[in-house]
Structures are given as C-alpha cells and as structure tokens.
C-alpha cells in the first residue's frame, strides 16, 4: 500500500460523518442515537460529527425495519451519498426486522434494501453499544488492506 | 518575480494561510468543546477532514449547473486568500500595500459570500436555494457596520491603506481606545460574515439542512471549509491591522508573534460568543444589526469626524 493511499486511509478512519436516519423505529433507537451524540459521550473525540445531508456524510446510521413506505426513500438516500459509504443498522429492528418482521408494511432489515457494514443488536441499543460498534467498523476498515490477520476472520 | 511567487503560494499565501486555517479551525472547535465541558477533537482533526473530503468521489446534482457549481467554491477559496496579501502581518507594510487596500480588501470578503450565493442558487436544491438567499439577505445587515466601522478607524487616521492605518495606530496608541465600539461592532459583523452562531442562519442545519451547501460533496465541499477558514484568519487578522495595532515596531519575528497572538485573540472571542448565543431568526438578525450595529458604527464615525478635528495630531 502506497503512502498516498496510506494517508488516506487514516484520515478516513479520523474522521467519519454520519447521518442519522429513521427507517421506521419506534423512536427508542433514535433517541438513544442522539444521547450518544450528546457531550457526555462526546464522539468528537474520534471525528464524529452529525451531518445533515447525506452529501457530507460517510457514515448512515439507519434505525428501525425498513418500512414499505420509505424503502425507496432509504435506497435514495443511501445513493445521494458519495462513496466511501458505510451503513450501520442500529437496533434489533434494524438487523433483521425484530418484532416488526412479517409485518404486512414492513420490507424487513436494513440490508434487505441496501448492504450493512455494520450490525448494533438491542432494543434500544445503547449508546456505549452505539460507540462501539462503529468503533469496530473503523477497525475493521484498517484492516482490511492487509490480505491477511493472524487469528482474525477473513 | 520569485519573491512575488514566494509571498502568494508560501507566505503569507496559501501554505501559511492553509497551515493557519486549520490551526484556527482547530482551536475555535476545541474551545468550544471545551467551553461545554467535552473533550473535543484531537489536533489532526481539520487535516483529517480535509484529506477525507477532497479523497472523495465527487457527485455533481444532475440539475445543477455543472460550470458554475464547480467554480464557486475554488473563487471564494482564491478571493479570500487573495485578500491577506494587503494586510499588515510581519511587519509595518503589507507585501501590496498601496492606498485604498481598505477597500480592496473589504471587497475581497465580500465576494465569497457571493460565491456561495451563486454555488447554492446553481445547486437547483431547495434548501441551498434558501440558504444562498439567506446568506445573500444576511449580508445586507452585517455589511454596513462593518464597513462602516473599518472606514470610521481608516478616517481618523486620514489613510486608506491599512498599512498606515496599522502604522497610525502604533504610533498613537492612546487613540486606540477611541475605536473600542467600532471593533466590538465589528467583531459581532465578523461572525455574520462567517456564518457562525448567533448569525449561522444560512446553514441553520435544524432547519434547512446545510443552506448552500447541501448538495457539495468530495472535493468542493472541502474547498468551502477551507475558505470558511481562510475567511475567519483573514478577518481577524482585518480586525487585528485595524483595532489591535500593537507591536509593530518590534523586530520582524516579533512582529508575527504579536499578529499571531491578536490573531487568536480574535479567534478566542468568536469561539466564546459562539458557544454563549443560540441562533437568531433571520428578521430579528437583520433588526438587530439595523437597529443596534448600525447607529452605533455611524456614532463610531461621528466620533471620529469630531475626535479628527478637535485632536491635535
Ligand atoms: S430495536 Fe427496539 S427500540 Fe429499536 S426501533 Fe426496534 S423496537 Fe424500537
């Protein structure tokens, strides 16, 4: 890996923007997105910023099961974004549909529409889970230029 | 030749204003973290931030006007970088100084806010389109004071450069505080200018997402912030030429120390009135600045016209 792509790299894992976007939770998960926005958890440490356009934004953090009605509207959001793009689905709902799947409205999980990088069980997840799963993606990402981790999984 | 290419890319040009944009971006966001009890970002962060953006894929909106949407941002990047070159930072002449810079200068920080006017009209976005009318409206109440208040400090010292004005004023300090009104107006008008809190209604991003700029992405969207940081050094380093002149007679590294601290200074103070104030409407922002900065940049000027013929010089 070249120095350029090097550098690069880092400074895409320094400073990922994300965009909070509500595909049809029960509000829990969206609160506690906002509580670990909040100074007491204080994401700016690591780079995070809420963005309000999806333009800006590196990162989607999606909450809720994707709802009939707002499939479309997730799949355009998820195309206005620039890439590098990440999504993280945020809840059990969003994983997988939770208790809202095989509902008559609803499509299922995120990665029913677009692909999840990331997957935070919990219903609310909360925000330390929040933190750390997209902790994990950062990581994840630094890894993945090397072909191979000792003991890590492929 | 060489020496003019020296001052326009390396000092004060674009490195050092690229290199002090970000030390300032980064100082006014760790203040204001600090000043709400977090811990704030690490010291890379505008680097960071910028390396992300200008490494990623550019999206252009299919109904924006291709030319102008990819120009606006790199004119208000050149406008206001352009603009330091006739400013007073190490020593007691600027590197173009000739009289009327006030003006030139004024002028050149008028035109990014222009830019983002044209670049968030051209998006075809309804949000940047009220946004860009926004800070287009925004500029009619804080332009006047400001202006004002540059021209009343430029009058009592009877030149229109800013180099003899700073040059002015060091020499008679005392007159220093003659001008106390004129500066806080016109700090308050550099917060409109920059778009920052109290005045940040162009980009209110509860209300219309990110104002002009909510369809720039990648690269563009880096030069903005990047010139929004150009903008704010520059303006300081305006305000501090013109109501901080001290330490000009110092040797020459003395003499950037002092800007530089004048600089922060400046800095400082946005960061705190930032954190302090919420965010205005935009009627009650234009009553404020028309009812309240106004008359008081036109006393500053009456003052001055009297205190010009009643002092002996
Ligand atoms: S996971 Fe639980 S809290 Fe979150 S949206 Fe679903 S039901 Fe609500």
Redesign the pocket.
């Known amino acids: 890996m070249g120095i350029i792509s090097k550098i690069i790299n880092w400074s895409r894992l320094k400073s990922p923007w994300v965009l909070h976007f509500n595909t049809g ?5 969206d609160i506690e997105i906002i509580a670990a926005l909040t100074p007491r958890y204080d994401l700016e440490r690591f780079g995070v910023v809420l963005k309000a356009t999806p333009r800006h934004a590196d990162v989607l953090l999606c ?3 994707v709802t009939k009605q707002i499939e479309s509207r997730l799949l355009r959001i998820y195309e206005q974004m620039s890439e590098p793009k990440f999504v993280v689905a945020v ?4 994983c997988s549909g ?2 809202f799947n095989g509902c008559y409205n609803v499509a299922g999980g995120i990665n029913s529409v677009i692909p999840v990088s990331a997957y935070i069980p ?4 909360s925000p330390k889970a929040i933190i750390d799963g997209v902790v994990k993606l950062l990581q994840s990402l630094e890894a993945k230029p090397k072909s191979k981790r000792p003991g890590g999984k492929k | 030749m060489l020496k003019a290419l020296f001052h326009i890319l390396i000092f004060p040009g674009l490195s050092f204003l690229f290199v002090f944009g970000f030390f300032a971006e980064y100082v006014d966001r760790k203040l204001y973290a600090r000043l709400q009890n977090r811990i704030g970002p690490p010291w890379f962060q505008p680097l960071a931030d910028f390396i992300k953006l200008i490494s990623k894929q550019e999206i252009i909106p299919e109904e924006a006007d291709n030319n102008v949407f990819k120009l606006m941002p790199l004119l208000a990047l050149a406008a206001s970088s352009v603009a330091i070159l006739y400013i007073p930072i190490s020593g007691e002449r600027s590197v173009f100084s000739f009289n009327g810079d006030v003006i030139v200068v004024l002028y050149l920080l008028t035109i990014p806010t222009f830019a983002y006017f044209l670049g968030g009209w051209y998006s075809r976005s309804v949000y940047s389109m009220i946004g860009a009318v926004r800070s287009l409206t925004q500029l009619f109440a804080y332009e006047v004071p400001l202006f004002l208040c540059i021209l009343a400090s430029a009058m009592l010292a009877d030149t229109w450069s800013l180099s003899g004005i700073a040059a002015f004023y060091n020499q008679h300090i005392g007159y220093w505080f003659c001008n106390i009104i004129g500066f806080v107006v016109a700090l308050i008008c550099l917060l409109g200018k920059l778009e920052k809190v109290p005045f940040d209604i162009p980009e209110a991003e509860t209300e219309i997402v990110a104002g002009s700029f909510t369809e720039y992405n990648g690269r563009l969207l880096a030069f903005i912030r990047m010139s929004f940081n150009v903008e704010m050094v520059v303006g300081a380093s305006l305000l501090a030429a013109v109501f901080l002149p001290f330490g000009l007679n110092l040797a020459p590294a003395g003499v950037l120390i002092c800007y530089l601290i004048q600089v922060l200074i400046i800095i400082v103070a946005i960061s705190f009135l930032r954190t302090l104030f919420a965010r205005l409407r935009l009627d009650q922002m234009i009553n404020f600045c028309w009812k309240y900065l106004a008359p008081l940049a036109f006393l500053q000027v009456l003052f001055n016209l009297t205190l010009k013929v009643v002092l002996p010089r």
Not at chain 1, 25 to 29: F, G, K, L, Q, Y
């Open positions: 939770a029960c509000n829990a998960c909450s809720g099961p809840g059990t709902c969003a939770g208790v919990g219903c609310p997840a």
